[in-house]
Structures are given as C-alpha cells and as structure tokens.
C-alpha cells in the first residue's frame, strides 16, 4: 500500500512539475531601470530576441552594442548572465515586466532592476536643453574626504541627444548615453559589470553633480569647457623602480602550469605583459584589440601574457571567470591567476615589486627581445574615446614594430 501511494505521489510531482510551463517572452525593445543612490534610477535600453530554443537581449549604450545570449527560464524566472563578467539579472517575468536584482555574487552586491516592454527613451525630456555640452570638458572627481582625480569630457549633442565619455589617467567610463535637460546633464551606461550614472546641472558656465557607481558608490565632480586640456601622460604614471630593469613572475595558467617570462617561450621575443580582470570592462576593450592585433598582424617574434588579479573568493571560482573571458572572445595567449579574493592595486603591486605601484587595470608593459622593459602604459583608451582610441592603435603598432625590427 505504501508503494502504491509513494508511486502516486511521484507521478503527480512530476506532473505538476511539467505543468509549470514557461512563459513566451516579448521580443523586441525594452526599457530598464537599475536603482542607484539618493532615489535615483539608472536607465538603458536592450531588445530581446529569439536564440535558437532560448532567448537573448542586445543591451545598447550610444555606439556599443552588448550580446548577452546565456539566459535561463525556468517558469516565471528568468535569469540573464551578461558576458564575460560575473554580474547576472535574475528577476520574474510578469505580463510585460520583468522585476528583480542585478547581482554581483562575488562583491556581495545587488541593484533593484525593473525592465517594461516598449520602445522608450533612455531619458525622459520635457524640457528643452537650456546649454550645448558639445566639445572638450575639463573634470575632477572626488572631494576633500577622497582622492581627487582629474579628467577630460569629451560630448557630442544633437537637439537633447548626448553620446561621449569622460577619460581618466586609468582609462575611460565607457560609451556613454544621455540628455541635456533643461539646465540638467544626465548620463548612463550598463555594460553587465559596471553601472554608472552622471548627473548634473549647469550654472555659471560650470558642471556641478554626482557620478553614482551601482548603489555603493558615489563622488562629486565638476567640468569647465576647456578645448585645451590634456590629462597627464598615460606612460610616466607607473614604472619601474631604481635598479630595475626587467620584470619578473612565476604564475599559473587554467591548466596548472606556471609560467614566467625565464620560458623558452619568450626568449628573443617582444613580450607584451598585461595586467588586467576579467571583471573590468576596459581590460575587455583591450583583450579584444590584442586577440584582433595578433590575429590580424601573424608573426613568430611577437608574445602576450597576461597577468589577472581577480576578486572571485576561491581560486577554483577566478579560474572559472579566467577560462569563461577565455572562451567568450577566444584568447590565444597565455592567462595567468596572480592573484585572487581581492583586486587590490597595492596588493597587486606586491606580486610585481618591481613596479612603484599598480595604479589602473589594465596596465601593459612592453618588453624588447632583451627581456628590457621599454614602456610602461597606465590604463586604456577605447573605442568609446573615439579619435584617442585611433591614436592608441597607430602608437601599438608603431612600437611593436620598432621593437621587433630590433
């Protein structure tokens, strides 16, 4: 008797089970908000789409176009894992809604995230924009309780329409989207690691407002028009230390190896080390120009390692991230754990004490067929700084080239 009713009770959990089926999604363009600080709203925009059995979204900032196609549903759930990075949306699926977190597990992080199906704008404008913030802006972030740090705004405005980024000594803010409202600035970007939001307004001639990082973080800044300003040189920021020469390391790659630059490998050949995450967004922009660089530029004398400082908790969990960043943009060069549980800059700093610090991910050291660094390079400009983005390109080459005729 009681196997007859154990075996009944199978059949109808397995029924129920497969009762609870999953809901068609609304393909097309969405409109999503991620909660920030002081009662704010992060908005971007992103189309969902079929993918083979499943479904994916294209997420949209001004000229960047994000493919994130691992989702999962399960029901009413839905769970949208972003590229190459840890943080995922992970919400219920409700009529024309979708409501829940953006979570970042290894940072202990969660945003409040809605998305409503439609066509709407990334900002709302009901009044017309009352300044032009087209051109060169010089910046600085922070305040007397923090570092202040410079950097230069670079915009283009069409009616109230405003694409650019703000570009750092460490690098970019990436492709940034917003509106000129009235005598208000506001700007955004998700990229499925980093959320920002800018927002300001604009009186005497200046840029008074806030820059929000997700819901932990948010600083003060400024901008003056300055058609003239340059930020410090990206190449004197971090070198090496007197008595140095050379770099040295030993650390191991997804397969347990360790490699050092002392390898057969790298004998007699430019080396290009980078130090990078797979969390960080600008180390991305970068690992792709390198994957496309030797793709496109085959040669026997030319070698990239790079160097990652992950923040995942467990050394199983960063080599995790490594080999899904591997897999993602198809790096063919070697990537080795340096460090993991925290992504700490004076941590990182003390596996390379050669160096006077470690002041940006990414940082990349050019080697000559010496094993003799020949420069050092703070940060990255990528595509969303448009002409700087070029100039790096052009520079790379033109190095690489001098080193290896050597």
């Not at 029901?75 to 970042?104: L, V």
């Not at 809605?114 to 009901?126: E, H, L, T």
């Not at 492709?175 to 939001?197: M, Q």
Request: with cysteine; hydrophobic share 35%.
């Amino acid at each position: 008797m009681r196997l007859i009713i154990g075996s009944i009770l199978t059949i109808l959990l397995f029924v129920s089970c497969n009762d609870k089926t999953t809901p068609e999604l609304r393909t097309g363009p969405w409109h999503a908000t991620l909660e920030v600080q002081d009662g704010r709203e992060l908005p971007f925009s992103f189309e969902l789409f079929k993918a083979g059995k499943g479904y994916g979204i294209k997420v949209y900032n001004a000229g960047e176009e994000i493919v994130a196609d691992e989702i999962e549903t399960i029901g009413d759930s839905i769970t949208i894992k972003m590229p190459a990075f840890d943080g995922y949306i992970a919400g219920k699926y409700e009529g024309e809604q979708i409501r829940g977190n953006f979570i970042k597990d290894e940072l202990d992080r969660s945003q409040a995230f809605i998305a409503k199906y439609g066509d709407q704008p990334r900002f709302r404008v009901n009044e017309a924009p009352a300044f032009d913030v087209n051109g060169t802006w010089e910046a600085s972030f922070g305040n007397d309780s923090t570092d202040i740090y410079p950097a230069k705004g670079i915009f283009s405005q069409e009616g109230s329409k405003v694409t650019g980024t703000f570009r750092t000594t460490t690098g970019d803010y990436r492709y940034l989207e917003g509106v000129v409202r009235g005598d208000s600035l506001l700007l955004s970007t998700f990229d499925g690691a980093h959320a920002f939001l800018f927002a300001a307004q604009f009186r005497d001639s200046v840029l008074e407002g806030k820059f929000y990082s997700g819901n932990h973080f948010q600083e003060p800044f400024t901008a003056r028009r300055n058609a003239q300003f340059e930020l410090e040189d990206e190449e004197s920021i971090t070198y090496l230390k007197d008595g140095y020469d050379k770099v040295s390391f030993a650390f191991p790659d997804s397969s347990g190896d360790t490699i050092s630059l002392e390898d057969t490998r790298f004998k007699d050949k430019v080396v290009i080390v980078q130090l990078m995450g797979s969390w960080c967004p600008n180390c991305l922009d970068e690992t792709k120009f390198l994957v496309d660089y030797l793709a496109n530029n085959p040669t026997e004398d030319l070698e990239v390692v790079a160097l990652a400082f992950e923040y995942a908790k467990t050394e199983e969990r960063a080599f995790n991230s490594i080999e899904r960043l591997e897999e993602r943009v198809g790096i063919t060069y070697p990537v080795l754990l340096a460090q993991y549980g925290t992504s700490s800059k004076s941590k990182a700093q003390e596996k390379l004490p050669m160096l006077n610090h470690v002041w940006s991910y990414p940082t990349t050291i050019f080697i000559d067929k010496k094993g003799e660094v020949r420069k050092i390079h703070t940060g990255f400009n990528g595509p969303a700084t448009g002409e700087k983005y070029t100039e790096f390109k052009t520079e790379f080459d033109s190095l690489v080239r001098e080193l290896q005729a050597e």
